[in-house]
């Protein structure tokens, strides 16, 4: 798989319910980005884990990395039909700095009132 | 709330045709970014710009393509003689520093080439 991709490609659960969307990457990182992109709009950040983390939490989300299986999985707990969006990891390219993330293909997820 | 703002929102442009797209970046920004995202597709990074020049850009990024900070608030985009593969969302983004922390994003501008 290539850098920074998720599954499922497409999640669709019921309000209240959990949703959990997964990411693997192949090279080696110092961080790991997730955001969200509502149907038509910009995307926006949700939240960075250093590669030193293993857990961090922002509101009902939680990231999890683990570099060793290079994957980081992101929790969205009691969904709410607002989080209805797609929901991208986001790598810094190969040491770059100077801002160049690769995306992954992204995780269509619906959440149902 | 600060936010990174992108004009036209939507540009329809015959193949050939040049096309400007305009972003206003974050006022106390450093680092300003252009990424596309064609209909389906994965965002694609296309070129950053740093103190007033390219600091890096994809393949993607070829002669067809130029950027420009002509005063102290707008960057801009320029697509040279379009084809109909341009057509995507281009998205403007920018951040406080280097590095590899988090981007702010527009909106996009959506160019359709027909």
């Known amino acids: 798989s290539q850098q920074g991709e998720e599954d499922p490609q497409a999640l669709s659960i019921q309000e209240g319910e959990n949703a959990t969307m997964n990411c693997s990457y192949k090279?080696?990182?110092?961080?790991l980005q997730w955001y969200r992109q509502n149907s038509g709009r910009g995307l926006v950040h949700l939240i960075l884990i250093r590669s030193n983390e293993r857990e961090k939490h922002s509101g009902r989300l939680r990231v999890t990395l683990d570099t060793s299986k290079k994957s980081s999985s992101l929790l969205i707990t009691a969904s709410r039909a607002a989080d209805t969006a797609s929901y991208f990891c986001?790598?810094?390219?190969?040491?770059?700095?100077?801002?160049?993330?690769?995306f992954g293909q992204g995780t269509i997820l619906t959440v149902h009132p | 709330e600060p936010e990174v703002t992108q004009t036209p929102s939507h540009q329809v442009t015959q193949m050939g045709q040049e096309v400007i797209l305009r972003c206003v970046p974050i006022?106390?920004?450093?680092?300003f970014y252009w990424y596309r995202q064609i209909l389906g597709q994965k965002v694609e990074f296309l070129v950053s710009f740093y103190n007033n020049e390219i600091s890096e850009k994809s393949e993607i990024f070829d002669d067809q393509f130029s950027v420009e900070r002509p005063d102290g608030s707008n960057f801009t985009l320029k697509i040279r003689s379009t084809k109909l593969e341009d057509s995507a969302m281009y998205f403007c983004?920018?951040?406080?520093?280097?590095?590899?922390?988090?981007?702010?994003f527009g909106e996009g501008s959506r160019l359709t080439v027909l």
């Open positions: 983004a920018s951040s406080p520093q280097g590095g590899s922390g988090e981007l702010f």
């Open positions: 986001a790598t810094p390219n190969g040491g770059t700095s100077y801002g160049k993330l690769t």
């Open positions: 090279t080696s990182i110092n961080n």
């Open positions: 006022s106390n920004h450093l680092y």
